[in-house]
Structure formats: C-alpha cells, structure tokens
C-alpha cells in the first residue's frame, strides 16, 4: 500500500485515516494532487469487506478524479473519501458530523460531495460542522442532485462520438442501448427521446426503474438484461449502471460502434481500450464524458448558477472532440489520449505565464520527468498553495464565502504567502 502513496511517479500527496470511536466512524481521504488547486471529490459509503480494499479504492477514486477535474478544466485536483460500513444501518448524524470535523481540519485541501452512499441530505448534515462540501440541497445553498449535468454531459460526448463517427453529431433514428437507468440513466434516455428522437433499448435490475421510464417513453423498448442489450442491435451502448462493464466478455459481443455512458471505471483491466479500437468500436472515455457532475458542484463553490454550470458542461462536447482528434493524431485509443490530455494540465499548471515558461506546455509534450526544473517547478507551487490555504486556515476564515478555487488561483504560483487581512 504504501508503494501507492509513496511510489514515484503514482504518489499521492496526503492519505488521512480517520476514526471516530464514538460514531464508530472509519473514513479514508485520499488526496492524490492538488496541482491544480484543491482537490475535490465525493465521499464514498460502502460497506467494504477489508479495511485493505477501502484503502486501494479510495487511492484509485482520487486518482481518477485529478484526471477527471483536469480535463474538466476545473480549478481542481483530485481527492476522494470512503466510509467503511453500511449506509442503511450505520449512517448517523454523529457520524456524518464526526467524518465533517475531520475534512474541516485539512483547511480545504479537500472539499467533499455526494458518492455512493451519501445524498445531498448527507452533504447538508456534513456541512453543519464543515465549510468545504459541495452537493448540499438547493435550500442550503447548494446545486442538488449532479447527475442532472452528469446525464447532459455524457449527452453531449455521445453527440460527438457521432459527429466522429459518422460525420454529423444527431442521433435521430440511431439506437443507442441504456444500461442501468437511475439517476444518470434515466435522465440520458430524456435526452435521447426529447432533443434527438433516438430509438432507446434500455435495462435495469431494477423493475420499479424500468417502470419510471416507460412511464414517461412508452416507446422505449426493454430487454431482459446487459448481456442482451449488448448483443442487441445497437448504434450506441451506455454504460449508466456498475464498473467494469467493459471487459473480456462484453467487448467481443457488442454490436455498437460506440460506447459512450456515465458509468465510472468501465474498462475492467488495462488494455481493453485496444480491444475496443481493434474491433472498431470508438470509446468515449468515461470519466471525460461523466464530468458534469463535478462541473456542477464545482460550480455550487461560487454560488450555483445552473447556466453558467451547464455552459461549461456543454464544453465536453468540444474536449471529446478533442480527444478523438489526437487519438487519431498520436494513433493510440482514445482513453490514452484522454490521461495524456489530462497529464499535461496537471503537469503544466504552475508554470507562469513567462517567455521563459509557457503557460501550458505544448500538445505531445511528455509531462516533465521528475527531479528536472520543471518537475520541481509544479511541485514547489503545490507547496505555495498549500502555503496560502494555511494562511487562510491559520486566521480562522471559512471558506465558502470564500472562493477556493480563487484561492488556488492566487496560490498557484505565489512564491510567499501574506496573510490576508479580515474586515
Ligand atoms: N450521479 C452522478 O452524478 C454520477 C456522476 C459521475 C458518474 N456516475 C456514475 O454513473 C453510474 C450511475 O450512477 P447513478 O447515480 O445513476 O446511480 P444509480 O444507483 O441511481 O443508478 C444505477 C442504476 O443501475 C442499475 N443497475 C445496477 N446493476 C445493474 C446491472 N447489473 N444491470 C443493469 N442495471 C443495473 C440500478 O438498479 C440503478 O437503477 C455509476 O457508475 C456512477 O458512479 C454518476
């Protein structure tokens, strides 16, 4: 475990166990950078089998949330959080308010949200004794439930997987295969039916989602599970259910020329993503084409403004675009292109602005190899931020009046930090 948090190249900056005997709180906060300013990601409430698988997922969520906000172009870095236990019987509000003090006092390092497992209701308990938590309920300030900008999102990946494909971005009369319609789910098959008139093929475990559906598409057609749907004839398949749905199995079968859904990790093992370009298949990758819900709590920090939220949503139709463009440039999948993309924001976000230093390196420029003056550059403007989120800690402020992407902003590459003064 320890070669993941300390391991060149792969480490990340802070790991945090939190234990709370009396709300028998046990909670993992994986930051895994803060390049780009504070990290930000959900909390995650599962009752895992060891306190081990906690730990490997919670270091592989925060991970994929640097990426994910990097190539959002969000202000922020990665970071994540697991409860261990099980929501139903152990969430409290003790134990919500015991897990908020614990983010309190990394002084916005991390700000928090909503995962499996936690709801806006959480958020709003957890902010009683926290400032840095987004996806509260509307009456407390906050954007509500994300998967609203998730769906639209992945809508507008999908939109530009066909534009790539087949030169136009409508999906009139394509039939695109919806796999799980909960929250993310359902609310992409409104999409599909409404502004596209796209034929839809969905499936669910769950009947009564199957029913909420059909209520309002009774055109939508249903199948008995994914392993038919993804032998179905379809344009387009979404994974909107579980992880993992690509994989050995259902990557020979599918008939989609496009995978494209808000599901997270879909691609079970490393090298998969060749298996879907050798077989012709054009893979938007998952965690660019689901990140309208971190855009829309990322938003909440400033004082939600749903346009303005779903203007920078939109913009996920031009970075698949993108992507696939230097997928097809660089000759490698597009989930190669997308980590390649998002490494590189990361890697050249502290460079000023300087005829000495671009601002952003480059496209194609290989991330700077640690221990060069580049390397050394980005990772002493981490320490300045952290410098300046501690001075602000350090006067007692708090933060959502404040504006920590701002902060990050200031202290991106500030070489010292002056405290601030308090009307
Ligand atoms: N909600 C968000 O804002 C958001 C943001 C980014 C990514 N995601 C990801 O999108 C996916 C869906 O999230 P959600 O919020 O809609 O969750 P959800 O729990 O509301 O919906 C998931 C749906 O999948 C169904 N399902 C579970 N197993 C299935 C199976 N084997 N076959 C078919 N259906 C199955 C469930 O019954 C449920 O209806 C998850 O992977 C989540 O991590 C969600």
Redesign the pocket.
Known sequence: MTDRVFGENTGHEQVVFCHDPGSVLKAVIAIYSTALGPALGGTRFYPYDSEDTAVEDVLDLSKAMAYKNALAGLDHGGGKAVIIGDPATQKTEALLRAYGRFVQSLGGRYITACD?GTYVEDMDVVARECSFVTGRSPEHGGAGD??VL?AYGVYQGMRASAEHLWGTPSLRGRRVGV???????HLLVDHLVHDEDAEVVI????EA?IDRVRLTHPGVEVVA??DALIRADLDVYAP????GALNDETVPALTAKIVCG???NQLAHPGIEKTLQDRGILYAPDYLV?AG?VIQVADEIEGFVFGRAQARAAKIFDTTRRVFAIASEEGVPPAVAADRLAEQRMASSCFPATSDAPAAAPRGSPRPPRGSPGWQKATSCQSDWQKVASCEAGIGRRWPSANPAAVSRRGRCVPTCAPKQVP
């Open positions: 499996v994300s998967s998730t796999a799980g319609v909960g929250k993310v789910g499936t669910d475990v769950s989602m599970d994914t909107c259910a579980l992880g808000g599901a997270n689901n819900g």
